[in-house]
């Protein structure tokens, strides 16, 4: 139990500070870098990085009009599909004073998916879609996006 409540711990603190740092750094640079997606049927429009981390990357969501954001992590290598496996795909929920209201894993769905369409390495840019499901409580949500463009990040 102990060992749980750390690695809730870990997680909490990892998207709240990392995200929240890559975000501040990015906010604005690329203002054609963006997303459109259907999150739990609502509809989310925002801006979108691929970021190098040290052992992987990640691409980051944040809608424009929502405290949430999506994380999907790949070992990315160009064009083609990736699979998100089972928990490879965070949406981390918050409300307006960044009270942290959870945390989704993709379930591990075999149609769980992000596809890289486009590799533009002079610009440096991805585009593609992706889609994927997570359970809340005994109900299966679903995310699909239609389009997404990621500026390339790498923190130094």
Not at 1 to 27: D, E, P, R, T
Not at 60 to 65: A, E, G, M, R
Request: a negative charge.
């Amino acid at each position: 139990m102990k060992l749980l409540i750390l690695f809730f711990s870990f997680l909490f603190l990892f998207f709240s500070n990392v995200n929240g740092q890559i975000y501040h750094q990015l906010a604005g640079r690329n203002s054609d870098s963006n997303f459109n997606a259907v999150i739990d049927n609502e509809n989310w429009i925002g801006e979108c990085y691929l970021c190098f981390l040290e052992d992987k990357e990640c691409i980051y969501f944040y809608p424009n009009d929502k405290y949430h954001h999506l994380a999907i992590f790949l070992n990315f290598d160009g064009i083609g599909e990736y699979v998100i496996d089972d928990s490879t795909a965070a949406l981390v929920k918050k409300s307006g004073n960044d009270l942290l209201n959870g945390i989704y894993y993709s379930n591990g769905n075999t149609e769980n998916k992000i596809v890289i369409t486009n590799y533009d390495m002079k610009n440096e840019f991805v585009e593609g879609y992706f889609q994927f499901s997570y359970n809340y409580n005994s109900k299966v949500v679903n995310c699909k996006s239609s389009y997404f463009k990621a500026y390339f990040f790498r923190n130094k």
